[in-house]
């Protein structure tokens, strides 16, 4: 297999044409198809993202730096399950188990099979031996396991795969922690960061901390079609239970400490000390993916604007993925396998 350095680098100068030719624009109407939550510009996006901060050579290799112990010397077969709320979500993973001198098999999404398959077939078309498959089977023999999915799909996967290394990631949300003296571009930021994918991401901020006295004006953008139902559905179940809220136009806020479960709802509360949010940050951790602010230190912490363009030292759920690779041996039932494209 080529280095994968270069086999990456390679395939985001592949995807810097991403819709511009007939093939392409054929993949992204099919994605659209097969997920009706994704838009055609959306997918651009998160290609145009992906290529941005996770396929440009030096930061690949600045990136693997960090891991002088990888390669490993014994590859192993690592299942990757994907998650589908946005495009091409599973990415990551399949980058690290390939990056790490790992057998990738991918189970992709439903809702994102599309794209995942175009991204696989590039890899082979770059080079035939790279070492990834896409698979339906979850009960194949594996000697590790990445998946994301639900609390509840998780559970399963903890039962099911009881006796390997899995990695598994749950529900999470993020949060956005302003000091009231916001840019007019930082806020434009906040929106994106809130409304981005429809708000489907666990990257997608969903909860507003706010010192006192202070509402920021937030351009609410244009919404998709089924986000603005979810919006209208929402609004009139609050307003039903007269519930106070702040209508947004294209999303509800409400004023509580605790995360939104509808879509289309945000949370806000007013905070008099930032220490008093470190402190509900410190104490939410585990439901936390990532936090928007610049007035707060955070391990997690991003820019306005950019929670939908992770980076690639920016692990979901603060979990080294290359780390935890690197500690994965094959069993003894599987050395010498290999992949089957």
């Known amino acids: 297999m080529k280095n994968a350095i270069e086999l990456f680098a390679a395939l985001g100068d592949r995807l810097e044409r991403f819709g511009n030719d007939v093939a392409t624009r054929e993949v992204i109407l099919r994605a659209t198809e097969e997920n009706p939550w994704f838009s055609p510009e959306e997918i651009r996006r998160a290609v145009e993202a992906l290529n941005r901060e996770m396929l440009q050579r030096n930061k690949l290799q600045k990136w693997l730096e ?27 993973d399949l980058l690290c188990v390939v990056a790490s001198g790992h057998r990738c098999r991918v189970k992709p999404s439903a809702k994102d099979r599309v794209l995942m398959e175009y991204v696989v077939q590039t890899l082979r078309e770059l080079d035939p031996e790279v070492p990834v498959a896409i698979s339906d089977a979850t009960a194949q023999t594996a000697d590790a396991v990445i998946a994301t999915g639900s609390d509840n ?13 899995t990695l598994l990631r749950g529900h999470r949300q993020s949060v956005a922690v302003l000091s009231g003296t916001e840019s007019e571009e930082q806020l434009k930021g906040l929106a994106d960061d809130i409304w981005a ?7 997608n901020v969903s909860m507003l901390f706010m010192p006192e006295g202070y509402r920021p004006a937030l351009a609410v953008p244009a919404v998709h079609p089924k986000y603005r139902n979810n919006y209208l559905q929402t609004r009139a179940l609050l307003t039903m239970q007269h519930r106070p809220l702040l209508d947004l ?62 980076r690639l030292t920016d ?27």
């Open 66 to 92: 960090a891991y002088p112990a990888l390669p490993v010397a014994r590859p192993a077969e690592v299942l990757v399950i994907m998650a589908g709320n946005i495009p091409l979500v599973g990415f990551f």
């Open 153 to 165: 799909a998780n559970r399963y996967f903890r039962a099911h795969y009881a006796g390997i290394p």
């Open 315 to 341: 692990y979901p759920d603060a979990r080294d993925v290359m780390a935890w690779l690197s500690e994965i041996v094959p069993s003894s039932s599987s050395h010498g396998s290999r992949i089957e494209n």
């Open 249 to 310: 136009g294209a999303a509800v806020a409400v004023e509580q400490r605790e995360f939104p479960t509808a879509l289309s709802e945000l949370s806000w509360s007013y905070y008099r000390t930032t220490d008093e949010v470190a402190a509900w940050l410190a104490e939410h951790d585990a439901e936390l993916q990532c936090v928007v602010t610049e007035c707060l230190e955070h391990p997690r912490r991003v820019a306005f604007g950019q929670a939908q363009s992770p």
């Open 197 to 203: 994918y429809s708000g489907l991401g666990c990257r």
